[in-house]
């Protein structure tokens, strides 16, 4: 079976694309105003003042779907509701939110937009949650304080980083270097992608990780070949 992934060619509002592609490198992204800051911030304005004026918390990355797929793991596996959690690029928290209505209590979220921030603690405070530790960190260079988590998810910030205009090969290895100094050894990795295959991820985190599973994510029939629009794996951190 062809490894289909979705083309960078057209992107939605969410960083995915709609043109097929079977290519092996799609680090070669067109870039895109979706790896910039300032269009991060100019999206969370906006969504923290609908928040505000009509209780609207905002786009779901990937939607309710991805959160529900990783959530279902972590209860199949049995991590402790103790278990420090890293979300990465938190954006509007509801996945913080979730993951706490599900019992884990040691839950914290980044992410480089201080609007971000701002509307995230609104919307955890709203739902009786404000305990939940949320800070405005770039994770490209997070701070010192940052670190020994047994859990990270992703769930398209990798992608974000992807399309950045002015450094997308740079980026990446400095997603995966922050990524080994703030997780545990034997610690899990989450992270849903919609840009980049399973063996794309694979050869981006081979240093220091090993594919535990990949999850089911929905199919797509298209010429005869079947494939998927969204990856989703779980890595394990190692030495």
């Given at each position: ?206 240093e220091g990780f090993e594919l535990l599973q990949e999850l089911p994510t929905p199919q797509f029939q298209f010429g005869g ?10 890595l394990k951190r190692k030495d």
């Amino acid at each position: 079976m062809d490894d289909l992934k979705f083309s960078s060619d057209f992107m939605d509002s969410t960083g995915c694309a709609h043109g097929l592609e079977s290519g092996e490198d799609a680090r070669d992204f067109t870039p895109s105003k979706l790896g910039t800051k300032e269009y991060w911030d100019d999206a969370y304005t906006r969504e923290l003042q609908n928040f505000k004026d009509i209780g609207d918390v905002g786009e779901i990355w990937f939607g309710e779907e991805s959160m529900e797929r990783i959530i279902k793991w972590l209860k199949k596996e049995k991590i402790p509701h103790n278990a420090a959690v890293l979300d990465i690029g938190t954006g509007n928290g509801v996945f913080l939110v979730e993951l706490a209505k599900c019992g884990f209590k040691n839950l914290t979220g980044i992410d480089y937009s201080a609007v971000s921030v701002d509307l995230a603690r609104h919307i955890l405070e709203k739902e009786g949650l404000s305990d939940v530790n949320v800070q405005e960190q770039d994770f490209l260079y997070p701070s010192a304080t940052l670190g020994a988590f047994d859990v990270c998810i992703d769930k398209g910030t990798f992608d974000a980083i992807s399309l950045n205009p002015d450094s997308t090969a740079q980026g990446t290895t400095r997603y995966a270097q922050a990524l080994r100094s703030v997780l545990k050894q034997e610690g899990l990795f989450l992270i849903t992608s919609c840009n980049w295959t399973r063996e794309q991820l694979l050869h981006v985190f081979s240093e220091g990780f090993e594919l535990l599973q990949e999850l089911p994510t929905p199919q797509f029939q298209f010429g005869g070949r079947s494939g998927s629009s969204v990856t989703a794996l779980v890595l394990k951190r190692k030495d």
